[in-house]
């Protein structure tokens, strides 16, 4: 299973990569297995700010549906436009081409509650 070093993660399997004030946000590799096809990705909350936990949207596998959630406080500026038409990204490349959302970080001090790729390795 690929767990990237230079990413943080949460325990509901999201991942986020910090690019100076704005950061990529998507499902690891582990939540994409276990979740299977993914068929549908709704984000509904592009141009709002959320706390952190908050649901800013949804994703859809063949058998089931799941809620996606903010690892940080910030402003989701952009949705993964590639995912409207090819949402299987998100299986075949969950850190590249399958990025969720960017978001602009509104609270960097959450970072260190994060967990660091080998926290996110024991926790599986």
Do not use: C
């Not at 949460?10 to 068929?39: C, P, S």
């Not at 859809?60 to 299987?88: C, Y």
């Not at 998100?90 to 602009?104: A, F, R």
């Amino acid at each position: 299973m690929n767990v990237p070093e230079n990413l943080k993660f949460t325990k509901d399997h999201e991942w986020i990569r910090i690019e100076g004030d704005e950061a990529y946000v998507g499902v690891t590799d582990f939540a994409q297995g276990e979740l299977g096809d993914i068929v549908f990705i709704e984000v509904e909350t592009e141009g709002e700010s959320l706390d952190k936990e908050e649901v800013f949207g949804t994703i859809e596998a063949v058998k089931t549906v799941s809620d996606l959630f903010m690892p940080l406080k910030g402003e989701v500026l952009e949705f993964n436009a590639k995912l409207e038409d090819t949402p299987d990204l998100v299986n075949s490349d969950p850190y590249g081409e399958g990025w969720i959302i960017k978001v602009s970080v509104a609270d960097a001090s959450g970072i260190e509650d994060l967990l660091t790729a080998e926290q996110y390795k024991e926790l599986l």
